[in-house]
């Protein structure tokens, strides 16, 4: 049954990514507000999508637990490569995964108070709105700390079929450098580096795209290639 579970964990990363953009879109944040609206702008935004609003935030509260299985699946295969009794950075990736998943679930809750009631004072709302969009672009240090475990374990494989070759490797870091500059995003309220702009928001986001599909068929591939070698498991 391992094998069924790993797989099972990889389509919770795939559903997750689907479910996470379902979500943004839904609620009407692609592309994100620009930080310059008042509260009574952002009110109207959400007034009148309020149906797309809430489904959003349901579909976010889903996508956000779907990271839990995700990230046991990666930390269960650089347990693998590292062997031993204690894989040190599989324990490392998979706290990382953890704070993941609480990042990615707490701007559905914040938004979610934020526009529960659409008579509250327009500043709260802005107050809410600001929080919950730094918090978003600012997640960068676990989803860091995961992908660069991932890629100092693949490097280690001297394996002759490394689970992550290389050139994933070579990825994992450098999509780790490309997402720091959404922690900028508080020097900004305008430009490329504000939440809505080009480096802190766009670049992580395509990064993070291209991550995910380069992960998801290695992944299978490597469960696949541990079915046919240990059959019984």
Not at 44 to 71: C, D, H, K, T
Not at 110 to 139: H, I
Request: charged share 10%; glycine share 8%; net charge neutral.
């Amino acid at each position: 049954m391992t094998y069924q579970y790993l797989r099972f964990c990889v389509w919770s990363g795939v559903a997750f990514f689907f479910l996470f953009f379902v979500a943004l879109v839904g609620a009407g944040f692609i592309p994100p507000p620009n930080p310059h609206l008042t509260g009574q702008e952002l009110i109207a935004i959400v007034e009148q999508n309020r149906s797309g609003f809430r489904v959003g935030m349901m579909a976010g509260y889903l996508a956000a637990i779907l990271l839990v299985p995700w990230s046991v699946g990666i930390s269960y295969m650089m347990a693998r490569i590292e062997g031993g009794n204690f894989p040190v950075m599989s324990f490392v990736a998979f706290g990382a995964g953890i704070a993941n998943a609480v990042a990615f679930y707490l701007p559905f809750v914040f938004w979610s108070g934020a526009y529960y009631r659409l008579d509250r004072d327009p500043e709260l709302v802005r107050l809410l709105s600001d929080l919950t969009w730094l918090e978003f672009v600012m997640l960068y240090a676990p989803f860091f700390l995961q992908t660069m475990a991932v890629a100092v374990v693949g490097l280690s494989d001297k394996s002759a079929t490394p689970t992550f070759p290389r050139w994933f490797c070579f990825l994992s870091i450098w999509v780790s450098i490309l997402v720091i500059p959404g922690g900028f995003a508080i020097f900004f309220e305008q430009g490329p580096f504000a939440w809505n702009g080009l480096i802190a928001f766009w670049v992580p986001v395509t990064v993070f795209t291209i991550y995910f599909a380069a992960f998801v068929p290695l992944l299978f591939k490597a469960i696949k290639r541990q079915e046919s070698e240990n059959p019984k498991r």
